[in-house]
């Protein structure tokens, strides 16, 4: 069983995130980490690979050169290969663009080892729209199964199967591998890196490929690529006459009448 | 090049299985009513179950002038499926833009349309325009700290929009829909995912979390005890929402958890008991209209962002409230 699991380098989500004048998420390299969700797809992966026995877990990334790093937490965690898509030109690209990066990418590896599964997170906390898993798998064209809370892999009858939880009902979903699957943050806990893992990750090669490598065209990611465009962007201004109480065993009346006359009831 | 003034527009009609529409479904709507210029609002409707009279009248009250019965030979619930069926109805119809409730299976049908027909996709959008010639649509990000407008430049938009950002209108000159079968063959690449089980949630009571205008959610402050929560949200009409350890201590269903992996809510009014404000919760909640806090802790980070705090005990805070909204409200 070989797996490839999607891992995005992003703004931590506790530092202040900004949108520069070009429309995009600044990124000044000192606030990035690994998506946080991502660290749940890894964890599948990774004990997938335990349960069966058998298999190798490639992280990969796309990004700019501090991208790297999302992949190199992958590699403390355990996996066993890293590769990173660099190049100028994929800056920009909307949720398709880069899907296609790294579905070239998958090919690319796949045409080195076949590749049973692809593992993502539910959703980058950046973007947080959560096209990727179902994009990537109608590019690859292999069967999607987006947001699993539970995964079963039968490994004879090359079938996986999830458990997910949606707005208004739960759905039991099977389909034949090679597939994507993305899980969510029920799915596991994730594993710290030991100090064996950290150890481990410097050894471990990070390969680095560019578009010219995956036979991508420039035209077909990046800003090139995109089919939205950040128009304006704009911090939420502050709240404004706000109220702010201590108890003074009336703050239930006080709420109550706060409610009715801003007519909120 | 098309007038976008003028143009069709196609809206998912998310429905129950009994056939009861969803309630945002009324929202977007009424936002494609006012974006097809008297173009034609086409409405599709996965003919699980068949739309009733009452149905078809509100929708034509809501603008909707065409119901398409999408029968498809496979299973409609899968994106693929979902997929192929609104690009082969966008193309009938002309429509040259999608407009769907933003949920997850809807996002997964947008991200179909994206790679197969070329489509710019914009999720979560919370209000949309014409302008220059395209589809602009608004949209907060980062936890609801930025406002964004993206422009599509693609010939065919998606949108999916949260619930709560339209004011739903009936328009002028009501029409009585004319319904027609729109058969869809599927790909065989769409049939390689079996559905083995769906179970639709039984309604709880109370209104849908993910669109209702008022949320009361619990978390850590509560200790598991959801009474005062609860009962604060009766007696405002209002859902039931939680914080994350409040769902992981198994205090109240996962399904409940409101935050950036869980539901997103922008209610009118949001009030949150016991609720540090963690960042991840506020994800899912800061573009709420009005925010009330109640939390013991002073220094908790949701009265950072609160519109209406009070620093106190929720087990009295609450009950007091409630009482005098239904002394306020018998007073009438």
Known sequence: ?265 | MTDLTAAPVLVLLDHTADGALRTPVREIVTLAAGLSGGAGVHGAWPADTEPSPDVLAELGALGVTHVHRVVADADLHLSAVLGEALASLADATGARLVLLVSSFENKEAAARLAVTTGAGVVTDADGLVVEDGRYVASKTVFAGTWNTRCAVTAPLAVVTVKANSVTVEQVAAPVTPTVAEHTVTASAGARRVTVVERTERPASGRPDLGSAHVVVVGGRGTEGDFSPVEDLADALGGAVGATRVATDEGWIGHDAQIGQTGVTVSPRLYVGAGVSGAVHHRGGMQASGTIVAVNSDADAPIFEIADFGVVGDLFTVLPQAAAELRRLQSEG
Do not use: W
């Open chain 1, 1 to 265: 069983m070989r797996i490839v699991v999607c891992v995005k380098h992003v703004p931590d989500i506790q530092s202040e995130r900004a949108i520069g004048p070009d429309g995009r998420a600044v990124r000044d390299g000192g606030d990035g980490t690994l998506n946080e969700l991502d660290e749940n797809a890894l964890e599948a992966a990774l004990a997938l690979v335990e349960s069966l026995g058998d298999g190798s877990v490639v992280a990969l990334t796309v990004g700019p050169d501090d991208a790297a790093d999302a992949v190199r937490k992958g590699l403390q965690m355990g996996a066993d290969e890293a590769v990173h898509v660099v190049d100028d030109a994929i800056a920009g690209s909307d949720a398709v663009g880069t899907a296609r990066v790294l579905a070239a990418a998958v090919r690319h590896l796949g045409a080195q080892e076949p590749v049973d599964l692809v593992v993502t997170g539910m959703a980058g906390l950046d973007g947080l729209t959560s096209l990727l898993p179902t994009a990537l798998a109608e590019l690859l064209d292999v069967p999607a199964l987006p947001l699993a809370a539970e995964l079963t892999v039968d490994a004879a009858a090359r079938t996986v199967r999830v458990r997910r939880n949606l707005d208004h009902a739960t759905e039991v979903l099977e389909a034949p591998l090679p597939a994507v699957v993305s899980v969510t943050d029920q799915a596991n806990e994730p594993r710290y890196p030991n100090f064996k893992g950290i150890m481990a990750a410097r050894k471990k090669p990070v390969t680095t490929l560019a578009l010219a490598d995956l036979g991508l065209d420039a035209s077909q990611v990046g800003t090139a690529g995109a089919r939205t465009v950040v128009v304006t962007a704009a911090a939420r201004p502050a709240r404004e006459n706000r109220v702010l109480l201590t108890d003074d065993g009336e703050a239930g009346v006080k709420l109550a009448r706060y409610l009715v006359e801003n007519k909120l009831v």
